[in-house]
């Protein structure tokens, strides 16, 4: 099928579910201009990319412009932040226009941020900033070229207005396309309208999008919360094997497809400490690094609270399941993140003493303070022409690293090196999106209108496993002391 030359959007979301739904439109924008544009995607939903570029596609990209059929909405959620409930947040500054059918024939939300206030606004002022909107759009593609799922970008454009946030920023609008905008907090909302109105058609239409085999199960609900106990445990695990940190993981920003979503106050962490934290909010550490997977398991607690009633109308027994289900999370990101440890360091997962040699790891991670990302690159070099590629990676430790290499030796038995040198190295980056080189990137193209090297970076990241000869210092941590005085910030 040939790209066509508009977006062709349904609204499955908006007829299904009206009490979760506002009909709105976008504020128009003065001037609006594009930044970058994701054209492998606009070829994976059949949207010609050079219409997209054109002066009708970019304005449907700033909201200036509904495409032919389209229903764009608000979409009501509520949510925990930092573990305290609010009933009303819902998309107070983004709209999703519809859903769009991929050339793979999947559904597809496309949904702009920053596209002006919206009933759910509450004192904010609807935009979003340039630099803010070119993180999620470098990190949803990194995460996307790391096999780690993901909501994705189109595109970003500006709007022509100024924004101030920490600093006057080029107001910006995001478009993003999901496997749906479904989160834990939107069953929540869902809950408080009522089960009958509200939840019973939310769980069918997220079964419908996310796990159609189960539409016509006895316990469509209980199915719902399985698939997103397993999905959400796949991608916490795919987490913390990269060292990424999402840094506000509230209940409004997970999904039920399983798909990391909105990616703000997030980092990928440099020096191995489970206690990172790099969001400037984040006071207590709630969503440090190791706190991750307890974080989903709570939150997928709050999904399996809102969904009781329609699971069984006998409380005790609705409990029961849910309790039983919520219990299974702990063997599916065992499972996943053991399958990824075994890949990271080339052994087979179900050799005798795997578990114990991933935990040894981890353990001299912690106390090296190791360099996540080129740790492991370094492993697969001892395999080749380089056996000390490693020592400096784990320096002062020297006796606890050569106890543990022996151990691995003993682990990879009579592979041959080389092909699992080749086989870690598929699946351990060089280059992820370190933080100084995104601050650097961000600050460039926000503040001094510089895009190259915003450019160059989501080059880099987006085909993460090969080497550059002539961009290795991008594969090595940041100068001493920058990750020490690193932080993030939630004014998006
Ligand atoms: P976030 O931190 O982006 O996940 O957003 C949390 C909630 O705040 C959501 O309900 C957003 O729609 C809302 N929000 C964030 N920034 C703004 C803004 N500038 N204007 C209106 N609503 C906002
Ligand atoms: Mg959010």
Redesign the pocket.
């Known amino acids: 099928m040939a790209p066509i030359a508009t977006i062709e959007l349904d609204h499955r979301f908006a007829d299904d579910l009206p009490d979760l739904a506002v009909d709105w439109d976008a504020s128009p924008v003065p001037a609006a201009a594009l930044i970058v544009l994701n054209e492998t995607l606009a070829l994976e939903l059949g949207i010609d990319a050079e219409w997209l570029r054109s002066p009708a596609g970019v304005a449907v990209l700033a909201g200036n412009a509904v495409p032919p059929g389209a229903r764009p909405v608000a979409m009501g959620?509520a949510?925990h932040?930092f573990g305290s409930y609010?009933p009303r947040?819902?998309?107070?500054?983004?709209l999703l226009l519809g859903e769009v059918t991929g050339s793979d024939g999947r559904r597809l939300d496309v949904h702009l941020?920053?596209s002006g206030?919206?009933p759910?606004?509450?004192?904010?002022?609807?935009?979003?900033t340039l630099g803010p909107m070119l993180r999620e759009h470098l990190i949803a593609e990194a995460m996307h070229a790391l096999g780690i799922p993901t909501t994705r970008s189109l595109a970003v454009v500006t709007t022509g207005e100024t924004?101030v946030r920490t600093r006057p920023e080029p107001g910006a609008i995001l478009t993003r396309v999901a496997a749906s905008h479904v989160r834990v907090g939107t069953f929540q909302y869902a809950r408080a309208l009522g089960e009958g109105t509200s939840l019973e058609p939310l769980v069918r239409h997220a079964l419908d999008r996310h796990h159609p085999d189960a539409t016509d199960s006895e316990r469509p609900a209980l199915s719902l919360l399985q698939h997103t106990v397993a999905v959400q445990a796949h991608l916490v695990a795919r987490w913390m094997l990269v060292g990424f940190i999402h840094g506000?993981m509230?209940t409004?920003?997970m999904t039920v497809s399983g798909e990391g979503i909105?990616y703000?106050p997030c980092a990928f962490m440099d020096r191995f400490d489970p206690a990172t934290v790099y969001s400037s909010i984040d006071h207590g550490g709630r969503y440090a690094y190791g706190n991750q997977p307890a974080i989903a398991q709570w939150n997928l607690a709050r999904l399996a609270e809102a969904l009781l009633p329609v699971i069984d109308p006998d409380g005790e027994t609705a409990v029961a399941l849910a309790t039983e289900t919520l219990a299974g999370f702990a063997a599916h990101y065992q499972r996943a993140w053991h399958e990824g440890m075994a890949a990271k360091l080339g052994v087979t997962p179900d050799g005798a003493g795997a578990g114990d040699l991933f935990d040894q790891f981890i353990s001299l991670q912690t106390l090296a303070g190791t360099d996540h990302t080129s740790t492991y690159r370094a492993l697969a070099s001892t395999l080749r022409s380089d056996p000390v590629a490693v020592q400096q990676h784990v320096p002062d430790h020297g006796p606890e690293l050569e106890a543990w290499l022996a151990a691995w030796r003993i682990a990879l038995g009579g592979a041959d090196p080389a092909s699992t040198a080749d086989a870690m190295d598929e699946v351990n980056p060089v280059y992820v999106p370190r933080n100084h080189l995104v601050e650097g990137a961000l600050d460039a193209a926000a503040v001094d209108g510089d895009l190259g090297p915003f450019e160059q970076l989501l080059e880099l990241v987006t085909d993460p496993f090969v080497v550059r000869e002539d961009r290795q210092a991008e594969a090595q941590p940041a100068p001493d002391g920058f990750d020490a005085r690193y932080q993030t910030f939630?004014?998006?």
């Open positions: 959620y949510g932040q609010s947040l819902g998309d107070g500054r983004a941020k920053g206030r919206t759910f606004a509450r004192g904010g002022d609807g935009r979003a924004v506000v509230n409004d920003n909105d703000g939630c004014g998006t």
